[in-house]
């Protein structure tokens, strides 16, 4: 009876049964360490949304745009108490006419930058901007009246910008319309506080612009800009034609938004990249201009049309815009979570090379040794994690894999009694290292490159063992050398 309790525990079938629930039981620490990168990615999101509120987001630029403010006024029939006409009343209320650029062009360099926030880099860039264009000759009869019989009077004009977070200018625009300096003050006036464009520039054209404009003659513009972004720069295209043109010495930018870019190059040196954008493919005029029908003020009679045009705005949904944005080369926490995906496969992998060893050269490894082995490849992705919060991914992910590799060669070179076995052992698994990293180098072949891995390993296994009688070596018992003892005991 002993005898057959013995030969069950040594069967083979028991021993795979035993490894896959050790598997199991591996996937635990691997859960584990999956939960803490899951949580370091989330802390470096919240320390990029205290350095955006701290000191400055992502930045959305629309303008610059003329808004020309009016007032429109009218009488209307005042009738008693039985609807009879007894007078007239006159009613007012005042709007404002969007002139959009006819052209507008963006010659610009982005200087990228770090900003840090305990151990994580959060990258940002400084904006060196000229944007020149300009605005066709004004047409007073172009503005439709919203009452009959009405009289529209024209105040005088204004230029209006704005960016998504105006902490980031740096210092004030310098903006020259028609060989006249403007110059910009805060918000833009006649917008009701919800108005999400409220909140931007504006300068008053005067002197030589404001007698050109009054004169109906085209007006030409230029404005020099600097601006402070976290990352991505997004840029409303609301000319009748946009034209930008910007570079970087970052060399892995992403672009992104409504248009991409029409040219682009990049290289380790840099991106240099190339818009054109024409009204007739685009609504973000109309989104602005939505965005701008929500004014306020004491004169206003006309609140509920305001309302409505809020709404519609919100309606367009987001505003189109064309953007690029100074993307990380590797986010460690992502590699680290791509790594980790492969580690059930990995340590099974160790753990079938450690079985066949056992198999093959008759040797016996106790279950708890090949715990040790697969908690040594657990550990692997932590340390892995650790060391790449610190270091270059391939430095980090170099140095973890060298001392896994180190660590279960001198393991096994006394596990299975000899240096040539350790070595050999420990090549595999730098073999499977190696294939890993290749894996996540290779990310748009990652699918392809481990089903290759899978298919390989099982390849190998099976012709390696194509001529073992498995139901004979189910049946293997103890060695003689330890069942002597037993036989000669009283």
């Not at 998504?164 to 903006?175: N, V, W």
């Amino acid at each position: 009876m002993l005898q057959l309790f013995k030969a069950v525990l040594n069967s083979m079938l028991a021993k795979v049964a035993g490894l896959l629930f050790l598997l199991l039981l591996l996937c635990i620490p691997l859960g584990e360490i999956q939960s803490l990168n899951h949580a370091r990615g989330e802390s470096q999101r919240e320390a990029a949304d205290e350095l955006a509120a701290t000191y400055a987001g992502r930045q959305t630029m629309v303008g610059p745009l003329l808004l020309v403010p009016y007032v429109e006024r009218w009488m209307e029939p005042l009738r008693n108490a039985q609807g009879k006409v007894i007078g007239q009343e006159p009613r007012s209320k005042e709007m404002a006419h969007v002139v959009f650029p006819d052209k507008l062009h963006i010659e610009g360099s982005m200087a990228p930058q770090e900003r840090y926030r305990g151990i994580f880099r959060i990258p940002f860039y400084t904006l060196s901007a000229t944007l020149t264009g300009g605005f066709a000759a004004f047409d007073p009869k172009a503005v439709a009246h919203s009452e009959a019989d009405s009289k529209i009077e024209f105040k005088a004009p204004f230029i209006a910008f704005n960016v998504s977070d105006l902490r980031g200018l740096d210092g004030s625009p310098a903006m020259t319309m028609g060989g006249e300096a403007l110059r910009f003050r805060q918000r833009v006036p006649g917008l009701a506080d919800s108005a999400w464009f409220a909140d931007g520039i504006h300068a008053p054209v005067t002197g030589a612009a404001l007698t050109a404009w009054q004169a109906g003659t085209p007006v030409s513009f230029d404005m020099k800009l600097g601006l402070v972004g976290q990352d991505t720069l997004a840029i409303a295209p609301i000319a009748e034609e946009t034209t930008a043109h910007l570079r970087s010495p970052w060399a892995h930018p992403s672009f992104g938004g409504r248009f991409l870019a029409a040219e682009r190059s990049v290289t380790p040196q840099g991106f240099d990249a190339h818009w054109r954008v024409s009204s007739l493919v685009t609504s973000a005029r109309e989104q602005v201009r939505a965005g701008l029908s929500a004014r306020g003020g004491p004169a206003d009679d006309n609140a509920a049309a305001a309302v409505v045009a809020t709404a519609a705005h919100r309606n367009t949904g987001p505003l189109q815009t064309f953007d690029v944005s100074l993307a990380q080369p590797i986010n460690v926490y992502s590699m680290s979570t791509r790594a980790g995906k492969y580690g059930v496969l990995f340590i099974g992998l160790v753990l079938m090379a450690a079985f066949m060893f056992e198999l093959f050269r008759k040797l016996r490894l106790h279950p708890i040794q090949y715990g040790l082995v697969g908690l040594s490849i657990a550990l692997f992705f932590l340390l892995l994690l650790a060391l790449s919060e610190k270091f270059a991914f391939w430095m980090a992910y170099a140095g973890a894999a060298a001392a896994s590799v180190a660590l279960l060669t001198v393991y096994f070179s006394t596990v299975l009694g000899g240096w040539r076995r350790g070595l050999s052992f420990g090549a595999f698994v730098a073999l499977l290292y190696g294939a890993l990293y290749g894996l996540l180098a290779s990310e748009s072949n990652a699918l392809l490159l481990g089903a290759l891995l899978i298919f390989g390993m099982l390849a190998v296994l099976m012709l390696v063992t194509r001529k073992v009688d498995w139901y004979a070596l189910s049946r293997r018992v103890e060695p003689a050398s330890v069942a002597a003892p037993e036989a000669q005991a009283p």
